[in-house]
């Protein structure tokens, strides 16, 4: 479904949380319903868990989406869980670039050089990013189906070249370039001391908020799901959309993909369904081309949208 109505669409709510270690990032996110709890750190190993349905400790975006696509296969279990909680992503960010590290030391062995010197190309740095983006579509999938969105990530400094040198500008989160965009409601997390001075107070700074709940740049004192509550559930108003009717940006690349190569990747993927056939497959195969195609040589259609004819027709075979 491409078009409706706003108001008659039930969506969730994306937050991101980040800040210094022990600044209650985790009980925060805990304090939301129903959640599906991905702790790749074991940070909530200390909190009560109260509103958790389920939790993985998936230390991959590959293993994690595997386990949300699993819990997915039992509509009750799926349909129980308000909330997906990330915690960390930046252990997840880490991981990723890991393992690109990793590739990139291969390649330096492969071909004789200090694999502690070399770097990742710019083709790798692409692929993560890439990557992240397609497991991060996943996510919005859920936050499309009503489902809230809560990532937990660290916090590291912001830096920029002065003059020829590096110095710190600020701090952000430690995640993915520009991960913030996706999101609704950004928390700076800090702990402030009580005015008798024997406790640390949770607080958080609001660095930016579309339910208008808060104004960028107020303090809030212990954040929590109940803050936001009237906005999230107001949102949530509506039909709710099944897992048929959204695509995830993978889904909508490859599409995209079989058009803007001028049909390439569908003719090799006609040419290899009819190879795989029997004799009389193939016969079969060129009689449904030439009368549904125009030609049982796909090599001379240019038509992206007969090309996609042909894959359906040989796939029915």
Same mark, same amino acid.
């Given at each position: 479904?491409?078009?409706?109505?706003?108001?008659?669409?039930?969506?969730?709510?994306?937050?991101?949380?980040?800040?210094?270690?022990?600044?209650? $990032?985790?009980?925060?996110?805990?304090?939301?319903?129903?959640?599906?709890?991905?702790?790749?750190? &074991?940070?909530?190993?200390?909190?009560?868990?109260?509103?958790?349905?389920?939790?993985?400790?998936?230390?991959?975006? $590959?293993?994690?989406?595997?386990?949300?696509?699993?819990?997915?296969?039992?509509?009750?279990?799926?349909?129980?869980?308000?909330?997906?909680?990330?915690?960390?992503?930046?252990?997840?960010?880490?991981?990723?670039?890991?393992?690109?590290? $990793?590739?990139?030391?291969?390649?330096?062995? %492969?071909?004789?050089?200090?694999?502690?010197?070399?770097?990742? &190309?710019?083709?790798?740095?692409?692929?993560?990013?890439?990557?992240?983006?397609?497991?991060?579509?996943?996510?919005?999938?859920?936050?499309?189906?009503? $489902?809230?969105?809560?990532?937990?990530?660290?916090?590291?400094?912001?830096?920029?070249?002065?003059?020829?040198?590096?110095?710190?500008?600020?701090?952000?989160?430690?995640?993915?370039?520009?991960?913030?965009?996706?999101?609704?409601?950004?928390?700076?997390?800090?702990?402030? %001391?009580?005015?008798?001075?024997?406790? !640390?107070?949770?607080?958080?700074?609001?660095?930016?908020?579309?339910?208008?709940?808060?104004?960028?740049?107020?303090?809030?004192?212990?954040?929590?799901?109940?803050?936001?509550?009237?906005?999230?559930?107001?949102?949530?108003?509506?039909?709710?959309?099944?897992?048929?009717?959204?695509?995830?940006?993978?889904?909508?690349?490859?599409?995209?993909?079989?058009?803007?190569?001028?049909?390439?990747?569908?003719?090799?993927?006609?040419?290899?369904?009819?190879?795989?056939?029997?004799?009389?497959?193939?016969?079969?195969?060129?009689?449904?081309?030439?009368?549904?195609?125009?030609?049982?040589?796909?090599?001379?259609?240019?038509?992206?949208? !007969?090309?996609?004819?042909?894959?359906?027709?040989?796939?029915?075979?």
């Amino acid at each position: 479904m491409a078009v409706y109505k706003p108001e008659d669409i039930k969506e969730g709510t994306k937050f991101l949380f980040y800040g210094e270690e022990a600044t209650g $990032k985790t009980p925060t996110g805990l304090s939301f319903p129903n959640i599906f709890l991905a702790d790749s750190d &074991s940070s909530s190993n200390f909190y009560k868990k109260e509103n958790v349905v389920l939790m993985s400790d998936a230390l991959s975006y $590959k293993d994690l989406e595997s386990d949300f696509e699993e819990v997915e296969m039992d509509d009750d279990l799926f349909e129980s869980i308000d909330t997906i909680m990330v915690d960390s992503l930046t252990q997840y960010h880490n991981a990723m670039n890991i393992a690109m590290n $990793k590739v990139a030391e291969k390649r330096a062995i %492969d071909n004789g050089r200090d694999k502690d010197a070399e770097i990742m &190309s710019f083709r790798e740095h692409t692929k993560s990013k890439t990557y992240y983006l397609e497991f991060f579509s996943k996510l919005l999938t859920y936050v499309k189906m009503g $489902k809230n969105l809560v990532c937990i990530a660290e916090q590291k400094d912001k830096t920029e070249t002065i003059n020829g040198q590096l110095k710190k500008i600020g701090v952000t989160y430690d995640a993915q370039k520009k991960a913030g965009h996706s999101f609704d409601v950004i928390v700076r997390t800090f702990l402030e %001391d009580s005015e008798d001075g024997k406790e !640390k107070i949770p607080k958080g700074i609001i660095l930016k908020d579309r339910t208008k709940t808060f104004k960028t740049g107020q303090i809030i004192d212990k954040p929590n799901y109940s803050l936001w509550q009237d906005a999230v559930e107001k949102k949530q108003q509506g039909k709710q959309r099944s897992k048929d009717e959204i695509k995830t940006v993978r889904e909508v690349s490859d599409e995209e993909t079989k058009v803007l190569d001028d049909g390439e990747s569908l003719r090799s993927e006609v040419l290899s369904i009819v190879k795989s056939l029997d004799n009389d497959g193939k016969v079969k195969a060129k009689e449904v081309l030439v009368k549904e195609v125009g030609t049982h040589n796909v090599n001379k259609v240019n038509d992206v949208k !007969k090309l996609q004819t042909a894959l359906d027709l040989v796939k029915s075979l």
